[in-house]
Structures are given as C-alpha cells and as structure tokens.
C-alpha cells in the first residue's frame, strides 16, 4: 500500500488526487507518525523525511508536479526502470502517448504545432526520457522533431496502428504512438525532407478547400507550408495580397 505523508498542503491534495485518479490504494498519515504494517512505497513533500525501512522505496513530490511522483511510485513498484518514453504518430492531429515503465500514463491528440509543448511539459524532470516518432507522414514529423529538446529516435511505424472495432473511432493515432513508444529506433535530431510533387499538391489542393473564393495557393507558397515556413492560413493571407 503506498502511504502519502506529507504536511506539504499542495503536495498532500495534488498527489491524493492523482492517487484517486488512477485508482491506486494508499493511506495517509503525518511524516512523525509510524508508517503502517502493510507500507510498500512512501510518498512525501520536499526536504521532509520519513522512518522507513531500506526495503521501502520513498518518492519525493513537488508542488505542482504531482502526478510525476505518482507515475514514479507505480513505476517503482511495478518493478519497472520507470524511464519516460514518449510515443508520436504524427499526421495532421499527431496522436502523442506517454508510458513510464510499461505503461501508458498519458495520452494526447493534438496539431501538429502543440506537439512539441505537450512533449516539453511530459518530459519536464523526468530522468533520462525518450521521444520516439513514427517516420510517416514526413513533412509533419520533421517540424515536430525540429521543435523537440530532448532525444529522439525515428521509428519504422509500420504495423502501427490497430484494427479499430465499433466505438473506437480517433483512437488509431493514439494507440499508434503507445506502440511507437515501445520500438527502439534511430537517433535524430533533424529531418531535412525535399516536398515531393504530390505532397505540393496536396497542399495546395488543401488550400483551394479552406479558400474563401476557391482558390489554391502557388506552387512557392505550398512548399513554404510544406516545409514549416507557413501555416495553411498564413499562406492563404499572402496569396491574397499578392
């Protein structure tokens, strides 16, 4: 049973929380009191300290990062390495998801131009993380990884993505990166991509379709969107400047 004992007001209710969250047993008691028989793992705030056995692991928990030293406990006791690997199919909502261990503690479906600050705010203090992205959809891929400061390994994210039964609608991109997460691949940290004709098609064939009056932007403009320079819209704005 893990045991939260802490006098820390912020670090008490925010770890409760994320306790209850993912439906964990645990107890509470004050730092100075005798940790119960059943004690597997202890939890406690900043500079406090408990009388725990050397067999009991003891996790420290910040204000505001609660669920970090949550995901660091059940790694603990689970028995895993408790390292952060987070998984990225990227495409036009990039489905992100975050395993500690074995497991999946979080999971995202976000644009292309979040990608990166949700990776940043995952990895924050996490020991020794991973970012691993799937190597389809290139042009995507490569403007996440440019945006990304922590390691990256580019997966082959073939057979990545599950058969989707009924109800299970948008969740392809999601399960996809939780499997992208648990393949090791090649260490990057740039992908320099040359657009091919047919995905400068695309997108001005995209653009023609959010276009007011029904017109596509120039060949210039689409590989400037093609390769991160401009967003869709920000391309548009200038088509119709011109």
Do not use: C, W
């Amino acid at each position: 049973m893990i045991v939260v004992a802490t006098s820390d007001f912020e670090v008490y209710h925010g770890v409760v929380q994320a306790l209850r969250d993912r439906s964990v047993e645990f107890t509470t008691i004050e730092p100075d009191d005798p940790l119960p028989e059943r004690t597997s793992l202890v939890i406690v705030g900043p500079e406090e300290t408990v009388d725990a056995p050397a067999d009991v692991p003891v996790v420290t928990a910040r204000p505001g990062a609660p669920r970090r030293a949550v995901e660091d406990a059940l790694a603990r006791l689970r028995g895993g390495d408790g390292r952060t690997v987070v998984g990225i199919d990227p495409g036009e909502k990039p489905g992100i998801a975050v395993l500690v261990g074995d497991v999946v503690v979080a999971a995202f479906q976000v644009p292309p131009s979040d990608a990166a600050e949700v990776v940043h705010r995952e990895v924050e203090d996490a020991v020794d993380p991973i970012v691993r992205i799937g190597d389809g959809a290139r042009l995507i891929g490569g403007r996440i990884i440019d945006d990304i400061d922590a390691p990256v390994e580019l997966v082959d994210e073939t057979g990545t993505t599950p058969y989707l039964g009924t109800g299970t609608r948008g969740m392809g991109d999601v399960l996809a990166a939780a499997n992208i997460a648990r393949i090791e691949g090649e260490p990057t940290d740039s992908r320099e991509i040359e657009p091919t004709a047919g995905e400068i098609q695309r997108i001005k064939d995209r653009s023609r379709e959010e276009s007011e009056k029904n017109r596509a932007i120039d060949e210039t403009l689409a590989r400037r969107v093609a390769v991160g320079d401009l967003t869709i819209e920000e391309a548009l704005a200038e088509h119709r400047d011109e």
